[in-house]
């Protein structure tokens, strides 16, 4: 039996008392005419629903019609072995070095499912809220491309493995916020294809078949998206998904995630969908957005000219450099890629046990863990940001199990812990501070214990170095007392209290970091926290931080 | 219609001597019961292996009876007994090879290992280890079948070359068995023709008569067997590529059901109709074979996890045979297959054939497969539309023959245009177009639609009746030449056999009779089709049918 989610109402009630000051109307209304403010908004809950941004500077202006976005995303999963054999597939190899007869479809060579690459494509339609095929079978496309070893990638066609479903997506509070629901047409599972390497000259190309036979699922949007930053933002929420889901690592700069953008251009009020043309070679969401609204622009303007008949159905590539899509290769006529169904491999047949174990085993999606911040009380600022990582969550969530304050820990998160992180280029799993430490740091401020300044301090120490709220705090009362009597407090633990010797690590570090300290000068004062860690680390975390802040306070301003 | 062979009840005796004991004289008399399989192999090997040396032509209206021997275990006892050597066995095998290849034309490629590794099997008997199933057993192995190291092109020239880096499962589970692969036998390219005439090298020759077609596309297999220039061999059959030229050959040919051998490194012709099936002199050989290269692999998803019975030792035991050993058989002939447009003289051959099934106690009725017409086409939309997608990777990229080009259309174009035949190529433009939108439905997915209602009349003939029999091919082996220009009617002959592709089930052709034609006359086998994986009943019957068919011996005149 198959689970079947049915696609809810796009917004709740909820969702619109919590966004007061912000205001909801249809899509149509917000484009065209101005006087439609705030109508329709309780009778058109099915319709796309577009938030007003106060601020709409990045998005293109419009005039009269709309964009039609559809987004074909391949995700790569990172299971040990490949789709149909079980060469491994490492980012990076050296060319041709992970493959066998069988990813080089060598004659007599055939496919064997990796069952992994099911187990992953049913937990991403779980997580995408799709109705699951219990039957689906594999089917062949085929195509002549010199990295396509076979003639034919082994995909699924008409019964894909997961189908209707849908995602949410908050959208950024600087690009107005607002929260969006995209249905999703389907998801399945194919192979990936090698590469070419083409030659400086141009008069040879290689080919690389490393990343041939590599499972990928293929994921369709329905043409639901308005504007750049929806798309982007959904690409960025199916990114969320496949890592908190661990299935892919989602990297676009390696591949993992790709994006096939569709973008068409209507009239407002015309039900036929203008000509489409697919835009490539976004490699950051950010690109994504400017390239959509760069080639919204682009056929609005063909569109307000009378040169509809100019926009073809076509492949454009993004150039970041100029800014602006181009020409890739216009289609000639309908590609017939002649599918049947794959007579190497049996029909995938799920179990409802199978189904219910994964089902079972989803960790809390990015969708939820927004709902429930949010319901917390947090900002929405502080929600997307802590539920942009799956490990930033963690760590959030494992400090409010520990009875932290939500607000205060996200704060904490938000403000020190992640400035360190940039700075020190570290991932919040990779710093010795544990969830545990930071819950007692807060309860410890939040009781009176110690100050918030003095919390900052043992912050800074346990970041830097680790150990315990509890030994820190005892120090401190130490250190506080070795200012007036400077004391060794063991031999092997020594506080570096001498001012004139902080003040020289002080000198070194603004020294050598003279671009944040203008920064800092310009008014940038988070900055502080940089210069803070940084002398810490020169002292091999042995400076009193209450000696180093005060010194670093003086000499940032420059007042010594 | 010609008379029947001559039958004389005494000659059901004999059935009890299910191994060949067509020279010493103790071999007329009915063994007991309680002989030892042991000592019945051992007066069989001395005869086999006189036989293979000395036997005079005899031809086939002699009325001797001569029943099949197995070469397999006389190779074997003769090891065991140390009577020969391995080197020796393999010696005759090659020089008989030599003298007869000029004619036949069978080997595309004739292995240089095989007296090493002739010398490596008597070295292991010598040590006293224990001898694989196959030990010093000499194998042809079809072109499209892998073989490390040893050229493996299909019959194409677009693989001219090629040695595959690994052998096929089969392949593999054959030199475990201790098996020596001899070489590379001829066939029509990747499998599509009937008569060898499509290979992309050369033309085989019937050894019955050199003038006329092997069959295909296994063909060079087949006369391989028929020849004695091997043991046994390996074939594929996707349409009848097995049984049509073990009918041709006077052979046995088993085309086992799907998923029974794994079909891993055999080059893909259709993938949901391709299976790797064996020719031996005997049925005993067959099952031998088919014992050592069945069962599942993890390499092939389709290969089946059914169960695989000792398919040889069944036949070892005597106990069975009685007067009428076949008693309460229900054998169905298909009626489709005994009318209009098949040859009379093959008609009467499967007819004297059912007459003699009867007298082992077999009941015949005739059985109608309505559908049957409809096999045909059903097979050229479905196994060309298949061909066209498998044979996509011949693009001379990766291996094979690639073409100077400076442009990659003309690599794909001129390179295909170049390594591919034209009957390879008009496969691949029907099955194009099978499978090209706007025509999927009509061609394709209707063609699925009657291979169901096929499998379906088979399915419910075959809970009736135990078996079905038929005509393995319409006619007897024809002129080389005669039907190139005509590709209809070499489509036409294929009608015996499509269906039980179509069906997936296992099929053992058993030579049955001969009609006029060449020196010594064209022999012609009759088809027993089981259902899925009924195998061991089908080499049950049909060893009882060739240890006791009368007055034939399936011996080419060549030899």
């Known amino acids: 039996m198959a689970l079947i989610f049915h696609r809810g109402i796009i917004a709740n009630s909820q969702f619109f008392s919590r966004s007061s000051g912000v205001l909801f109307r249809r899509l149509r209304a917000s484009r065209s005419c101005t006087s439609a403010r705030g109508e329709g908004t309780a009778n058109t809950l099915k319709e796309e629903l577009i938030q007003v941004a106060p601020k709409r500077a990045l998005e293109p202006n419009t005039h009269g019609f709309e964009a039609i976005i559809g987004i074909e995303t391949h995700v790569q999963l990172f299971t040990l072995t490949k789709a149909f054999c079980s060469c491994p597939y490492v980012y990076g190899s050296r060319p041709n070095t992970t493959i066998c007869p069988v990813c080089m479809g060598h004659p007599g060579t055939l496919p064997v499912l990796n069952s992994k690459v099911v187990e992953f494509a049913v937990k991403l339609g779980l997580a995408l809220n799709c109705g699951l095929s219990m039957t689906s079978k594999f089917d062949r496309k085929h195509y002549f491309y010199p990295d396509l070893p076979k003639g034919y990638q082994i995909s699924q066609f008409d019964i894909p493995i997961a189908t209707k479903g849908f995602i949410d997506v908050d959208l950024p509070v600087e690009f107005g916020g607002g929260h969006r629901r995209f249905g999703i047409t389907r998801v399945h599972m194919e192979e990936d294809a090698g590469k070419l390497l083409h030659s400086e000259t141009g008069s040879y190309s290689q080919v690389d078949l490393n990343r041939a036979g590599v499972p990928l699922l293929e994921i369709v949007s329905e043409p639901d998206m308005r504007s750049g930053i929806e798309a982007a933002e959904y690409a960025a929420e199916i990114q969320r998904l496949v890592r908190f889901l661990g299935i892919s690592n989602g990297n676009m700069q390696e591949g993992s995630l790709r994006c096939d953008v569709n973008v068409s251009v209507r009239p407002i009020g015309q039900s036929k969908f203008g000509t489409k043309v697919e835009i490539k070679n976004m490699n950051s969401f950010s690109a994504m957005n400017r390239a959509i609204d760069y080639e919204i622009s682009r056929q609005v303007l063909l569109h307000s000219q009378g040169q509809s008949d100019q926009i073809f159905q076509e492949t454009r590539l993004w150039e970041e450099g100029a800014q602006k899509t181009f020409t890739m290769r216009k289609k000639e006529g309908l590609a017939d890629y002649r599918y049947f ?99 007692e740091l807060i309860a410890s401020i939040k009781n009176g214990t110690i ?110 | 219609m010609p008379p029947p062979p001559v039958r004389s009840p005494s000659r059901l005796l004999l059935c009890h001597c299910r191994l060949p004991f067509h020279i010493s004289p103790q071999t007329r008399l009915p063994l007991s ?147 020596i692969v001899i070489g590379k036998t001829n066939m029509d390219e990747f499998g599509m023709g009937s008569t060898t005439e ?40 996707t349409g009848g590529s097995v049984r049509q030229p073990a009918s041709f050959c006077g052979v046995v040919g088993l085309k086992p059901t799907y998923g029974r051998v794994s079909r891993f490194g055999l080059m893909a012709y259709a993938s949901s109709l391709d299976v790797i099936g064996c020719f031996g002199a005997s049925v005993i050989d067959s099952a031998i074979v088919l014992n050592v290269v069945s069962g599942h692999d993890r390499f092939d998803s389709t290969s089946s996890t059914h169960e695989v019975p000792d398919y040889a030792s069944f036949l070892m035991s005597t106990d069975h045979f009685e007067s009428t050993p076949l008693k309460g058989l229900k054998v169905g002939m298909i009626r489709e297959t005994i009318g209009d447009g098949v ?217």
């Open chain 2, 343 to 559: 040859d009379v003289g093959v008609i009467s051959s499967i007819k004297a054939a059912a007459l003699h099934l009867e007298e082992l106690g077999a009941t015949i009725t005739e059985v109608s497969l309505p559908s049957f017409s409809l096999g045909l086409p059903a097979y050229y939309v479905l196994a060309s539309s298949e061909a066209s997608s498998n044979l996509s990777r011949y693009d001379g990229v990766r291996y094979g023959n690639r073409a100077t080009v400076d442009e990659l259309n003309s690599l794909y174009g001129d390179s295909r245009a170049d390594g591919l035949g034209p009957e390879v190529k008009m496969r691949i433009l029907m099955g194009t177009y099978a499978l090209s939108a706007g025509y999927y439905d009509a061609y394709y997915k209707r063609a699925q639609q009657v291979r169901t209602l096929i499998r379906k009349s088979f399915k419910d003939a075959l809970e009736k009746m135990d078996i079905l029999v038929s005509p393995a091919v319409p006619s007897p082996a024809y002129k080389i030449g005669e039907k190139v220009n005509d590709p209809l009617a070499m489509y036409a002959g294929d009608i015996m056999t499509v269906n039980v592709n179509l069906a997936g089930l296992p099929a053992l052709v058993v030579p049955c009779g001969f009609v006029e034609g060449g020196s010594a006359g064209l022999p012609v086998g009759l088809q027993m089709i089981g259902s899925s994986f009924s195998e061991e009943k089908l080499l049950r019957i049909g060893h009882i049918f060739e240890q006791t068919l009368p007055n034939y011996r399936f011996v080419p005149p060549l030899l």
């Open chain 1, 451 to 560: 100050s918030g300044k003095i919390g900052k301090e043992i912050l800074f120490e346990l970041l830097a170095k680790g150990g315990t709220v509890q030994s820190l705090i005892e120090e401190k009362d130490l250190v506080q007392a070795s200012l007036i009597f400077p004391v060794r407090k063991a031999s092997e633990f020594i506080i570096i209290v001498d001012p004139a010797a902080i003040e020289a690590l002080v000198d070194k570090v603004l020294a050598a970091n003279p671009k944040q300290l203008e920064q800092y000068r310009a008014g940038k004062t988070r900055l502080q926290g940089f210069f803070a860690g940084q002398v810490m680390k020169e002292s091999k975390g042995k400076a009193n931080p209450l000696v180093l802040n005060q010194i670093l306070g003086v000499k940032l301003k420059g007042e010594s």
């Open chain 2, 198 to 237: 499509g290979s992309g090298f050369q033309v085989t020759a019937n050894p019955w008569d050199i003038s006329r077609v092997p069959g295909g596309s296994s063909g060079g297999s087949a006369a391989a067997v028929s020849a004695k220039q091997c043991v046994v061999s390996l074939g594929s059959d």
């Open chain 1, 341 to 439: 169904p794959e007579p190497d491999l049996p029909e995938v047949v799920l179990t409802k046990e199978f189904v219910d174990k994964l089902c079972q085993g989803l960790p809390e999606l990015p969708e939820a863990k927004r709902r429930r911040y949010e319901k917390m009380g947090l900002t929405m600022q502080d929600v997307l940001f802590l539920a942009n990582d799956n490990h930033v969550a963690e760590f959030f969530d494992a400090s409010l199990e520990n009875g932290a304050d939500p607000k205060l820990a996200a704060n904490w998160i938000m403000g020190d812990i992640s400035a360190f992180l940039k700075n020190e280029r570290l991932s919040i799993t990779e710093i010795k501070l544990t969830p545990f430490e930071l819950s």
């Open chain 2, 33 to 179: 019961h309680n002989s030892s399989v042991r000592r019945r192999f051992h007066c069989s090997a001395v005869s086999a292996v006189s036989a293979l040396s000395s036997d005079p032509q005899i031809a086939p209206t002699d009325l001797t009876t001569t029943p099949p021997s197995s070469h397999i275990l006389s190779i074997r006892e003769s090891l065991l007994s140390r009577r020969r050597t391995a080197a020796d066995v393999a010696g005759e095998y090659l020089d008989r090879l030599r003298r007869t290849e000029p004619h036949i034309r069978s080997f595309l490629h004739v292995s240089e290992t095989t007296m090493r590794e002739a010398e490596e099997v008597d070295r292991l008997v010598a040590s006293g280890k224990d001898l694989g199933p196959l030990a010093g057993v000499l194998v042809g192995v079809k072109d499209n079948i892998c073989t490390a190291g040893m050229p493996s092109t299909g019959g194409s020239r677009i693989l001219e070359g090629y040695r595959p880096p690994f052998d096929a499962t089969a392949v593999r589970k054959l030199k475990e068995a201790g098996a």
